[in-house]
């Protein structure tokens, strides 16, 4: 047994600190967190100063009693967890629940995974921060408080399963709050003016008018008086200027760059960082320093110099500018400057040759440019055309990396010819094109991550756990709308004469971007209305200031929680006893037919329009179609709802209609349901294109083949290619040729399928109906009817006992109820029995 038992949080972290370990350490995971707040409970003592009620999960137990047994035959016990609020916490929880003894405990804390840094860390161990302990726990407990009281309103109020955040429903707001700027903006257009001129030389390049025109005659009337115009050089400016690189990653610029260059969401940037982090390749991802040690400085000196030579090297410090910032870390680096690339998965190749680009250039030189300013004039009218152009001197830190920008129509200035003042100049033409105000941009991941780091809400640990949220509570989506087409006019002034053209552009494709959706906005609504200090960005942004003065020892975290939950409370209960119930309606005008009111408002089952008041008796209800929302349908397109199901015939003796459903709209043939192609309009689906759908549905559905006598199908789903056999999906992978599976591809496919189903039953005792087999992720599962439990990783699933099983399941399943409750039921008032017998009447 050894000496010295490490704890870390992750397996991974645990095998490359092994590495630079002897013998007598033994270094074992707790797998992140070991305790937390119970699931089914607030667990949060508020009269006895919001004390929490930790607990051991049901599968970190077995984890928890290994560390615990060899943390009693250790002479010493080191707490490696991570160097941020959550580490520590993790660390404390670890002394609590191993019952550590504190004379033989030590904790260590280190911000890369280096043989060098491990072992500066082993001699200077430190005891556990309560300070960041306490930090951590006010974060819990006050993000449990929101959610765990906020929520029953929002069912109470707005519709049942709802769930709001501290910080989740903020970012909401931001989203909101741009929709709607969107919604109401008005475009207007106007005209550019760009010329192309020709110098003595006959090199040709593009210069602009500083200024717009209104209308399409003033542009018309400016290329008028173009015409058999000369043009000379005015003036002619160069002077010297430079760029400057940019500074070393934080938390929150890796997740922006990574999503501008390698098109990565933001969830996806933390995952890969963290792998790189664990192998020992970068410091830790959660930062939000842009500080290098004197150690990476010289290193990074060092290889600048042997790579591209002394002049390209130019150390720097950086200050970091973000609210609220923490600057005891280091900004994201790779351990090694020497390392160029490495040789792993290629997503986080690609993240590690952003970080060691982007840290390298940051202490690189400046590029040198020259840029050029000319102006020229007109012998016909005042108007002044403009062109500026740059030359790279030396290319400095740019031979490395060059920052991306958020910008989508920025322009990059190019090279202009040799000119001189006076120089004659011809035109080849002048175009004034007709171009439209933008309104707001749409959020990306990357943008809302750098709105909230301004706003100083959130840490570089909560803006993938949020983004995440807000869109698997369907709040937010990403959007996939591609566009709307737009016409434009361009007049063009050429060899005298002045051609006009009508011109397409696309505009106003949000694809990937952030978009909410009807109860994203519902939500936001009743939020905003009725708690507007919780969804305030300044007392947000103020509720992490307090966590970090909790974390810095200058404030009492449950004296902070005192003031907090004095003002929230009471401000709950008056909201659920007399706020207005929500549902977002909007009344659209008049049903010309019936006269009668048009609405569109929140139902049961999602966003819907409606014919009539609420005391109508005999209004009509339609649902809204995907790509519809409650914010922007029109009157007419409502109406359009009322229209469906429509019935266009009979087919081979089966009725055919086309309808709009949940998922969008679809023809009816039958009991067969066949999606419409994207873009198709219900409306317009005649009875001949829905016979061609179904005849289409039918040659897909044909059998290509048998296996065991049993038909094999084929199509094309979300996930891709498959085929079906016996009730079961089989996903066609690449190396197969779809279009042309023979029989022994069919025979491959399907028993290779049932293979892999065999080889992922770990266990399966049939008499009482119990399997566990493999899952995901190296995960586990225990099956058992509907009883679904999944095991974590640390869990030998395989070594589980038939008793361990059923005691895992037990824990799990819903308690049967008892003879003593059924006969407690027969005592029940009056009153509730007749509600019972009402809702059991209703729900008939």
Do not use: C
């Not at 659209?588 to 019936?594: R, T």
């Not at 094999?712 to 009730?727: D, H």
């Amino acid at each position: 047994m050894a000496k010295n038992l490490v704890i870390v949080e992750s397996p991974a972290k645990a095998k490359t600190i092994e590495k630079f370990l002897g013998k007598d350490y033994q270094v074992e995971s707790s797998y992140g967190h070991i305790a937390d707040l119970p699931s089914k409970e607030i667990g949060v003592d508020i009269d006895n100063n919001f004390k929490p009620k930790y607990e051991v999960s049901s599968d970190k137990k077995a984890v928890v009693k290994k560390l615990k047994d060899l943390s009693k035959s250790a002479e010493i016990v080191w707490l490696a967890s991570d160097e941020d609020r959550e580490g520590e916490a993790i660390a404390w929880h670890l002394a609590e629940e191993l019952k550590l003894d504190q004379n033989k405990t030590k904790r260590i804390v280190f911000h890369e995974i280096t043989k060098t840094a491990i072992q500066k860390a082993i001699e200077n161990p430190r005891g556990i921060n309560y300070d960041l302990v306490n930090a951590q726990q006010a974060r819990r407990v006050l993000d449990r408080l929101v959610g765990y009281e906020l929520s029953p309103v929002l069912w109470k109020k707005v519709k049942g399963g709802l769930s709001a955040g501290r910080v989740q429903s903020v970012s909401v707001r931001l989203i909101v709050e741009r929709e709607r700027e969107i919604q109401d903006f008005k475009a207007e257009g106007s005209y550019s003016v760009t010329a192309e001129f020709a110098n003595e030389a006959g090199k040709a390049f593009k210069a602009k008018l500083p200024h717009n025109f209104k209308t399409k005659q003033e542009a018309e009337n400016f290329l008028k008086q173009n015409i058999g115009s000369d043009y000379k050089v005015s003036d002619l400016e160069t002077k010297p200027t430079k760029k400057s690189p940019a500074a070393p990653f934080t938390t929150s610029t890796l997740q922006q760059e990574a999503a501008r260059k390698l098109y990565f969401p933001v969830g996806v940037t933390m995952m890969l960082a963290q792998r790189l982090y664990e192998a020992g390749l970068i410091t830790y991802m959660r930062t939000d320093s842009v500080n290098l040690s004197q150690e990476a400085m010289a290193a990074a000196e060092a290889e600048i110099i042997r790579s591209y030579g002394k002049e390209f090297s130019k150390p720097r410090n950086y200050a970091t500018k973000t609210k609220g910032a923490q600057e005891a870390h280091e900004a994201i680096r790779p351990t090694d400057m020497s390392l160029h690339s490495v040789n792993i998965d290629r997503d986080q190749a690609r993240l590690y040759d952003l970080i060691w680009k982007r840290t390298l250039a940051s202490q690189m030189s400046d590029a040198q440019l020259e840029r050029t300013n000319v102006k020229i004039v007109a012998s016909n009218h005042k108007e002044v055309f403009g062109a500026v152009g740059e030359v790279l001197l030396f290319e400095g830190f740019l031979k490395v990396y060059l920052e991306g920008n958020d910008d989508e129509e920025e322009e990059q200035e190019g090279m202009l010819p040799a000119l001189k003042i006076n120089e004659k100049l011809t035109n080849n033409y002048i175009t004034a094109t007709e171009r439209f105000s933008r309104p707001p941009a749409r959020y990306t991941e990357a943008s809302l991550v750098k709105k909230l780091e301004e706003l100083g809400i959130g840490r570089p640990s909560t803006y993938a756990p949020t983004i995440s949220t807000i869109i698997n509570r369907n709040y937010v989506e990403k959007g996939s709308f591609e566009g709307q087409e737009r016409k434009y006019a361009m007049l063009t002034l050429k060899g005298g004469k002045i051609a006009d053209q009508e011109l397409k552009e696309n505009f106003g494709s949000d694809k990937g971007k952030l978009v909410p959706t009807d109860i994203g906005m519902i939500v936001n609504d009743f939020l905003v209305k009725n708690f507007e200090t919780i969804l305030d960005y300044n007392f947000t942004a103020k509720v992490e200031q307090d966590f970090d003065e909790i974390a810095a020892g200058n404030e009492d975290w449950a004296t902070m929680m005192r003031v907090f939950y004095d003002h929230f409370h009471p401000t709950v209960k008056n909201v659920e006893e007399n706020a207005e119930r929500e549902s977002g309606e909007r009344i659209l005008g008049v049903d010309p037919k019936s006269g009668k009111q048009v609405s569109v408002r929140l139902g049961k089952f999602g966003p819907m329009a409606q014919i009539g008041d609420v005391d109508d008796e005999e209004k009509q209800f339609a649902s809204l179609r995907p790509e519809q929302n409650i914010g922007n349908i029109t009157l007419e397109e409502a109406l359009n709802l009322f229209l469906l199901p429509k019935n266009l015939g009979t087919y081979k003796g089966e009725e055919v209609e086309v309808n709009n459903g949940r998922f969008g709209p679809y023809v009816r043939f039958g009991s067969v349901f066949i999606s419409l192609p994207k873009g198709e309009e219900p409306l317009d689906v005649s009875f001949d294109r829905a016979v061609e759908l179904i005849k289409e549905k039918e040659q897909a559905d044909a059998p290509i083949g048998t296996y065991k006598n049993e038909p094999v199908q084929k199509g094309v789903g979300r996930f891709g290619p498959f085929i079906k056999w016996n009730g079961m999906f089989i996903n066609v992978n690449k190396k197969y040729n779809f279009d042309n599976l023979s029989q022994s591809d069919i025979v491959a496919l399907i028993e290779e399928k049932l293979q892999k189903d065999i080889d992922k039953v770990l266990h399966n005792w049939e008499e009482e109906g119990i399997r566990v087999e493999k899952a995901r992720w190296g995960r586990s599962v225990i099956l058992k009817g509907k009883v679904k439990i999944e095991l974590s990783k640390e869990v030998d699933a395989s070594k589980l006992t038939l008793d361990e099983v059923k005691e895992m399941i037990e824990k799990k399943a819903p308690a049967k109820k008892t003879a003593a409750k059924k006969t407690t039921a027969k005592k029940a008032t009056t009153k509730t029995a007749a509600k019972k017998a009402t809702t059991t009447a209703k729900k008939k």
